[in-house]
């Protein structure tokens, strides 16, 4: 293990990076940044022993740099020794005044740097060890407390929390302890629509709960906004207990709105294990349960590992796949019953690494989502559906449309429109032959924002889908605003009109509803002839799932619809031809 100190080295001038490295890299493990911002960048990522500042880079000058790093708590303390100074009695001063601990000036000679450097790594050991020995003193203890606390609730912060949960759990190696992570439900909604102030009184009340339960046998810290951490004796809470004891503190404050507290609980194995990889795990259990009415707390356990490690290994590897083409469109007809021809198709995204085989996309599409990547697969799954199109016109003489799907993730993205509009128009199309999915969930989400960008999409020529609508819990609510062409009912329907009356009724007003509107209708997950007769007689007709097709490579699509077009063709061929 290299136990060496760490030196943050800014300097946009390489040779002088390149001298400095020379003379420190057998002293200090040695970090570089080549502009102001990288500097204060690396040292907001803490573990910085001393740094060296040149007084003047181009970005950002040396001295505003400075005064960024001493007005940040994780760089405050840090020694800073300025490279480059003027040479005069003023800029001397100006250092000092703000903060700098000494100064070096080219030519750089070894001995005398390394001297200087030592010296002011003393000097700052000093100036702790003084710092402590008058922390007796009450304002210094104000001070500290002040650096440690959460404002809000004055319990721990992030940072005092960690450092201080690994010190306890580290002295204390005999006892066992759990990192517990909670978290409010909707905690949001109170701030929007309650006042903040009932959001505050909401947030400290229950760190007063959480700061009693623990104790002196532990510790409790609020992570930011909503979210808390203790770090607890395993035996010293029984977590029903606990969850109910925090429900009836927080019922006494008569919000009127039902907030509840769901937990994760990581029982530590590992003591020097950092604190905020424990807190992550713990935070892995409680995403099983968030929200979830009957089950308010959880344990992490190796599953949930091996499933943090397969979400490192698909983040870790999703550019190099998108740069190498693992990622391929599949596409999956969609046929109209009378004519049982295809009438359009759904490009679906499949992942073809080279060592693992496919991966779901219900795992990648997801983290996707949350990391933004999405709007990069989005695009390039957009692009090759054009140029397939494009294609399929140049070899058959027609287009057959392909529907695409967009993440709630690319309506942020301004140049949206102007990226398909752009996409149409380089590939020939009409925009009609790119269909555009969006999820249920994603006007329920944000439905003003989303309403009015599928309005454009429509004035442009786009047609709308609604996808897997059924699935969420608003969509009868919406159909009277809802600016789409054509409704997907979700496929949960289709596997409920086989086992009850009630999904039949509930399907057939749908399908009429959404006629009446002028609106159009495709069911997916279709899988059986039953399904098929019953969808048949409450007037659905374009079908979409493995009763006709499971989705397909672009070539095995390619051949079915080449066999698709010319079986039409014969048919109006046989339909035009005169009687013999």
């Not at 703000?98 to 005398?112: E, H, I, M, N």
Request: with cysteine; aromatic share 10%.
């Amino acid at each position: 293990m290299d136990d060496r100190p760490v030196m943050l080295l800014a300097s946009d001038v390489a040779s002088e990076r390149e001298a400095l490295v020379g003379i420190f890299q057998d002293s200090f493990i040695m970090r570089e940044a080549s502009s102001g911002q990288e500097a204060i960048s690396v040292a907001q990522e803490g573990n910085i022993a001393i740094i060296l500042l040149r007084y003047d880079l181009e970005d950002v000058p040396g001295f505003a740099v400075l005064e960024a790093l001493k007005a940040d708590p994780m760089s405050q303390d840090v020694p800073v020794v300025l490279l480059n100074l003027p040479n005069n009695t003023e800029a001397e001063a100006e250092a000092v005044k703000r903060g700098a601990a000494d100064v070096l000036r080219p030519p750089y000679a070894s001995a005398l740097a390394r001297v200087r450097v030592r010296n002011v790594r003393a000097n700052t050991e000093n100036e702790w060890r003084k710092l402590e020995q008058r922390a007796k003193d009450q304002q210094i203890v104000e001070m500290n407390r002040y650096i440690e606390r959460d404002p809000l609730t004055g319990i721990l912060n992030r940072t005092t929390f960690y450092r201080r949960a690994a010190s306890l759990m580290q002295t204390n190696s005999t006892v066992e302890y759990v990192i517990i992570y909670l978290n409010i439900s909707f905690f949001k909604v109170i701030n929007d629509q309650y006042r903040v102030e009932m959001g505050d009184l909401v947030l400290k009340t229950s760190a007063t709960y959480f700061k009693s339960v623990v104790g002196g046998d532990g510790y409790a810290a609020r992570i930011d906004a909503d979210r808390f951490a203790l770090c607890v004796p395993k035996d010293a809470i029984e977590m029903d207990s606990f969850i109910a004891g925090i429900d009836g503190i927080l019922e006494g404050l008569s919000v009127p709105h039902n907030i509840r507290f769901y937990a994760g609980i990581y029982p530590v194995e590992n003591a020097f294990l950092p604190v905020d990889q424990m807190c992550d795990r713990a935070q892995m259990a409680l995403n099983r349960v968030k929200s979830n009415y009957l089950q308010r707390y959880a344990y992490y356990d190796k599953s949930m590992r091996d499933t943090m490690y397969e979400e490192q290994m698909i983040t870790r590897n999703m550019e190099y796949a998108l740069s190498h083409r693992q990622f391929q469109v599949y596409l999956q007809p969609i046929y109209n019953l009378h004519t049982n021809h295809i009438v359009s198709a759904e490009a679906l995204v499949r992942w073809i690494h080279p060592e693992k085989g496919l991966i779901s996309p219900g795992k990648f599409i997801p983290i996707f989502e949350q990391n933004g990547f999405i709007t990069h697969l989005d695009r390039f799954i957009w692009e090759e559906v054009c140029r397939l199109l494009h294609d399929f016109r140049r070899q058959y003489g027609t287009v057959i449309p392909v529907s695409v799907n967009l993440s709630r993730v690319d309506f942020y993205q301004a140049d949206l429109m102007d990226f398909l509009l752009g996409l149409v128009h380089r590939y020939g199309l009409q925009p009609r032959d790119l269909k555009l999915e969006v999820t249920e969930s994603a006007y329920t989400e944000n439905p003003r924002q989303i309403m009015e960008i599928v309005r454009q999409f429509r004035h442009h020529g786009f047609l709308v889908l609604m996808d897997d609508f059924g699935s969420g819990y608003s969509s009868l609510n919406m159909l009277k605003e809802l600016p789409v062409d054509i409704l997907k009912i979700d496929m949960a329907f289709v596997r409920n009109i086989e086992k009850g009356k009630r999904a039949r009724i509930i399907l057939a007003s749908i399908v009429q509803m959404a006629k009446r509107l002028g609106m159009d209708i495709v069911v997916e997950g279709v899988e059986t002839k039953e399904q098929i007769d019953y969808l048949d007689s409450v007037g659905c007709e374009d079908i979409q799932g493995y009763y006709f097709s499971k989705p397909l490579p672009q070539e095995e699509y390619a051949e079915k619809l080449a066999d698709d077009i010319a079986s039409q063709k014969k048919e109006q061929e046989e339909t035009c031809r005169p009687p013999q």
